[in-house]
């Protein structure tokens, strides 16, 4: 064999040397066992259970209302600030079906089995404010859950403008 023949020969083994590495990874020939301790822990999909809770003494900044188990205290008070926010979110979120003054007389209330309850009746006056705010959330009978509509601090607004509305049985 000539000396430039054996070069030749050499310059193609050194070029062909990685490629074929490479085909012998490619189809698995030679394997390396890459590390899978992602694969091998617990996955959770949406809405599968157990659903993760936030750490204790998380608090919602803002978003939906974590649905208590207790009543909750009112932890808002009942300002000015509070009370004109209360009502610009009650004319928008309760009025069609309570009626304006609360009364149960909205104008949706008619297509009800059971007419929304008059906000300003003693029976719901005397319910204390945890009460109500939890039947905002998850609504009473027809009447639909608003959690998705108000926010915690919102949903509290709502139950303080309702003790200004003026009482009629
Ligand atoms: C889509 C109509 C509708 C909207 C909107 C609505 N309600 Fe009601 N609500 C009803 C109906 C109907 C009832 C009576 C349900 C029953 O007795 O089965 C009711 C009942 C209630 C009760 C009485 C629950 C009880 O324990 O007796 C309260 C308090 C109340 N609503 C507050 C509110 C507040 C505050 C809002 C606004 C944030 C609101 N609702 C928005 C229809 C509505």
Redo the contacts with the bound molecule.
Sequence with gaps: MSPRLQRGLLIIAVLLTPFIVGLLFTYEILKIPFTTDMQNQISINYQESPRILPPDGAVPVQGLAIIPDEFPVNPIPADPVSLQRGKI??DI??Q???GEMGH?D?P??KY??????N?TSS??TT?FDG??YL??LN??????A?YE??SPHE?WD??NY?HTLPARE
């Design positions: 979110l009650y979120h309760c069609l079906c309570h149960g909205g949706l209330a009800f089995d059971r007419t929304p309850q906000l029976q719901i319910e009460a109500v039947t905002i609504g009473f009978g027809q009447m639909p608003l509509n108000l949903t709502v139950v309702l």
